[in-house]
């Protein structure tokens, strides 16, 4: 059998002279944007790492071996391929079968981890589902991140979800959540929530000394860094409001469950607002992987 995970010659050769590496996951690129803005987006994503000197570490699974580090090719891949949407529970399923598969967040913490790449930049982390009381449904991705020790920069959760109930289940989970320049927990696409947070940080190198805290702590978790969408550059609050209730109730008529919500959300959502969400989504995702790169390259010279 080949190794079970690859990790790349250019993320090795970073990781082994302590130089900075920034973790992307690749189900933003399958199942989170649509076709052919995708492909652009994961290309883009990685260039804007790449002007930072820092290395970018897109990681999926291609023919059952986990990858830390795509070539183009895998690039193109994940881009382009009806790839599986694969959590940590998928990723032994798909080794064992030689199949292929786009990571969550949950999945990419867990593998960026095993690599030993400390930063994590996506769009938005999954979380409590709106009606978990009843259908159980909350991400992996906060239980994965109690034992991943990634700090995962995000524009908080998806304001798809509970955020109240999502914030609940990152304390019992001891994961800890820090404000980047915001006291309250941000909407993805909406900067202000009514949701405050117990810290604050304003610099990268205070995230670095977060991390190399816990480190010395041992706590094993990972982080949220909760970084907002700058005001000029969010989605208007009304729009936000009335596309995610037509979103919804089209979800409920349709029965979508399971991992399939998240998904079908964010693409009837972009449809529905005639692609401002996408393109917002877009800046989301920039923004956080602009301040990832800081975080790395302060946590590569402390
Ligand atoms: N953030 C985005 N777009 C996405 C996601 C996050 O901007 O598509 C994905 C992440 O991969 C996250 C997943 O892990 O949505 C959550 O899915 P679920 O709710 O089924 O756990
Ligand atoms: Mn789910």
Known sequence: MSETLHISDEVRAALNTGRPVVALESTIISHGLPQPRNLEAAREFEQILRERDVTPATIAVLDGVAHVGLDEEGVRRI??????????????????????????????????AKAGVRVFATGGLGG????????????????????????????????????????????????????????????????????????????????????????ALETGAGMVVAN??????QWDRDEHDRVLAHAFAEADEQGIRGKAVT??????????????????????????IRVAADIATALAAS
């Open 79 to 112: 881009a382009q391929e009806d790839l599986a949407k694969a959590s940590v529970r998928d990723l032994a399923i798909l080794r064992a079968l030689g199949r292929s598969g786009a990571t969550t967040v949950a999945a990419t913490a867990y593998l960026a």
């Open 128 to 215: 409590v589902h709106r009606g978990a009381q009843e259908t159980f449904d909350e991400s992996a991705d906060l239980t994965v991140l109690a034992s991943a020790p990634v700090a995962v920069v995000s524009a908080g959760a998806k304001s798809v979800l509970d955020l109240p109930a999502t914030l609940e289940r990152l304390e019992s989970l001891s994961v800890p959540v820090v404000g980047f320049g915001t006291d309250v927990f941000p909407q993805f696409w909406l900067r202000e929530s009514e949701l405050p947070l117990d810290w604050r940080v304003d610099t990268a190198a205070e995230v670095a000394a977060i991390i190399r805290a816990q480190d």
């Open 228 to 233: 907002p969408i700058p005001v000029d550059q």
């Open 263 to 288: 998904p079908f959300l964010l693409l009837r959502i972009v449809e529905l607002s005639g692609g401002r969400s996408l393109e917002v989504n877009l800046d989301i995702a920039r923004n956080n």
